[in-house]
């Protein structure tokens, strides 16, 4: 069974680059069909999807993100990262990384991480 973990710092100044890197354990991000995510939630807000590195390599964004989201990975570590540039106290939430068979899923599909809280604050 796949299992995703993710980890970085939990503060983060304004302006700064928040870096997070999601250590999968139990399949590789390399096997076919699966798209790796990168989610959001805000404090009391729903769920925002970021974007995703698919099996193959290729990257896909938000729109509203696009500009400030890399998104990477390293095979030889079973790892991939986010980095969002230019950060602000909106982009506050908890981010999870996520494995599922299309963009943008719901939390009730593929597999996710349990989450890590990244504050934004000087």
């Not at 970021?50 to 890399?70: D, E, Q, V």
Request: glycine share 10%.
């Amino acid at each position: 069974q796949v299992q995703l973990q993710e980890s970085g710092p939990g503060l983060v100044k304004p302006s700064q680059t928040l870096s997070l890197t999601c250590t999968v354990s139990g399949g590789s991000i390399t096997t076919n069909y699966y798209f790796w995510s990168w989610i959001r939630q805000p404090p009391g807000k729903g769920l925002e999807w970021m974007g995703a590195i698919a099996s193959s390599g290729s990257t896909y964004y938000s729109p509203s993100l696009k500009s400030r989201t890399s998104i990477s990975r390293d095979t030889s570590k079973n790892q991939f990262t986010l980095q969002l540039s230019s950060v602000t106290p909106e982009d506050t939430a908890v981010y999870y990384c996520a494995r599922a068979e299309r963009l943008r899923p719901a939390r009730s599909e593929g597999s996710w991480g349990q989450g890590t809280q990244v504050t934004v604050s000087s």
